[in-house]
């Protein structure tokens, strides 16, 4: 396993740009697909001009050094400029959740509380206040460089969440926006060399720290194509089309590329590897990816918005550690606690602490703080344990666990009993309140097929073959659809509630 340094002399994001715009000004750098299959696209030149003239329109408006920028839009080029135009201005981006509810919007705007919010009724304007500024004659580039020659945001981004308390915070990164190499080298470069640049596909909606984190490995010389929204058909089209070379993606995601009926006769040779994380991989799942382009192509990681650290592993290794969610990595420590914060011995599960004085932490606006122990370590709130090798096991959120009859029952592993179920498209597991168990085991089931969905004697016998008895779900339900968001993310908080009420 090879070794990553950072950058002796790391730049900031703006010079970045500004780099590329001179050394390769007509290189295509990012690409935008829309739902229909149409493209536009950036060149570095392009990049560099339009952000640095949408820059001076935010300054007018009055975004200064260390202001945050809401961006609630789909992912666009707009997106991108916006981002990039942010920071120029040594302001901070934030990508917002764009098809909120209106009343979940005013309260997450408020607690962003941007210097200017961008959402998608400006995206026309965005390119009006652009082609404006360079039609006078003005040099937005020579303007913005005199001002501000090398300005570096103290945040690179703040992403927004409501993790398990549904009140809407924000995470802000405190790293600032400085390149470094150790954050947009390919991690699975850490087992063996990759070819770069990369041509990167963003399939993840970018308010999520998985889709926004891709404009640094932009700033890293790697091409981007971003999806305007997930099409899983669509997206093997893009890969065939552009010859992708990686994409990161949840299992929810992975399984609707890999149900595709014509996915074994598709052109996938281009895929160097391919990043999963926000979950674990069921293991019928991995496998299928084993099959379509090999152990050695597959990254699983652990991680967190929150920047507390990372684990990984590579498909190979998973094969003699099913299940794990990897090493640490990148100068991480972890540690299992108690509920009296004692550290747990191998196999024993208790609560993932986390630290790695690289990823630099974060700070939180809103709602919610960081359970920090004395060492420096600190949780989101996963539950886990390691084995004897040091390898990361997830359970699940200790929010979502049920107590069911006094055991512990984790949604995590029935979910992932069940979507191996060939009836099942979708699977979420919550507790409902019950006189007799406390909580009791729900499956909320969407079928492959609505005219013949799975009978409840069918998937009852089904998980007694998985799991132990008092893990199978006592009431089943069959809906036509999960409520996943963009970033196939479900809200079991507001499942629970609408069903306890």
């Not at 990148?330 to 550290?343: F, H, Y």
Request: net charge negative.
């Amino acid at each position: 396993m090879s070794t990553e340094t950072a950058s002796t002399e790391p730049d900031s994001y703006p010079a970045r740009v500004r780099a590329f715009a001179a050394s390769d000004p007509d290189a295509v750098v990012v690409r935008h697909v829309a739902p229909d299959g149409a493209e536009t696209s950036l060149t570095w030149h392009e990049l560099d001009r339009r952000s640095d003239a949408l820059a001076l329109s935010l300054r007018e408006q009055g975004v200064g050094f260390g202001d945050r920028v809401g961006i609630a839009m789909p992912n666009s080029l707009p997106l991108v400029l916006a981002s990039v135009a942010a920071w120029k201005l040594g302001a901070i981006p934030v990508p917002v959740r764009w098809d909120l509810p209106d009343w979940e919007r005013a309260r997450l705007r408020e607690t962003v509380d941007a210097a200017v919010y961008l959402d998608e009724s400006d995206i026309e304007s965005i390119d009006r206040w652009i082609d404006e500024r360079l039609a006078d004659g003005q040099d937005p580039s020579a303007d913005l460089a005199a001002d501000l020659p090398d300005v570096v945001s103290p945040s690179l981004m703040g992403i927004c969440s409501s993790g398990s308390t549904g009140m809407p915070k924000v995470i802000v990164i405190n790293r600032p926006a400085v390149y470094h190499d150790v954050f947009s080298t390919p991690m699975i470069a850490m087992w063996g060399p990759v070819p770069t640049p990369q041509t990167i596909l963003v399939v993840a909606p970018m308010y999520h720290s998985t889709g926004f984190t891709t404009l640094n490995n932009m700033l890293g010389g790697d091409h981007l194509v971003i999806m305007q929204k997930f099409d899983a058909a669509l997206i093997v089209d893009v890969i065939e089309r552009h010859r992708v070379s990686t994409f990161t993606a949840t299992p929810t995601m992975l399984k609707r590329i890999s149900d595709l009926p014509d996915i074994d006769e598709r052109d996938l040779s281009s895929i160097e590897w391919i990043l999963q994380g926000a979950a674990s991989m069921p293991p019928s799942l991995v496998e299928r990816w084993i099959e379509l382009i090999g152990a050695e192509r597959i990254l699983m990681a652990y991680g967190m918005t929150e920047a507390l650290g990372i684990t990984a592993l590579r498909g190979d290794q998973w094969l003699d550690h099913r299940g794990s969610v990897g090493l640490p990595m990148r100068g991480t420590e972890v540690s299992i606690l108690g509920p009296d914060g004692e550290t747990l011995p191998p196999g024993e599960i208790g609560d993932i602490y986390m630290q790695a004085p690289a990823y630099g932490g974060s700070t939180y606006l809103g709602a919610g703080a960081l359970d920090v122990t004395t060492a420096g370590l600190a949780t989101v709130g996963d539950m886990g344990h390691v084995d004897a090798d040091g390898y990361l096991y997830l359970a699940d959120r200790r929010v979502d666990l049920i107590l069911s009859g006094g055991a512990n029952v984790f949604p995590a592993e029935v979910e992932a009993a069940l979507i191996d179920h060939p009836a099942v498209a979708d699977v979420v597991v919550i507790g409902l309140r019950d006189p007799e168990w406390g909580q009791r085991v729900h499956a909320i089931i969407e079928p492959k097929d609505l005219s013949a969905p799975p009978t409840f004697d069918d998937v009852v016998t089904f998980a007694k073959s998985r799991l132990a008895a008092y893990k199978v779900p006592k009431t089943v339900e069959i809906v036509d659809v999960i409520p996943r968001s963009a970033a196939t993310k479900v809200n079991r908080g507001a499942l629970v509630a609408e069903r306890d009420s």
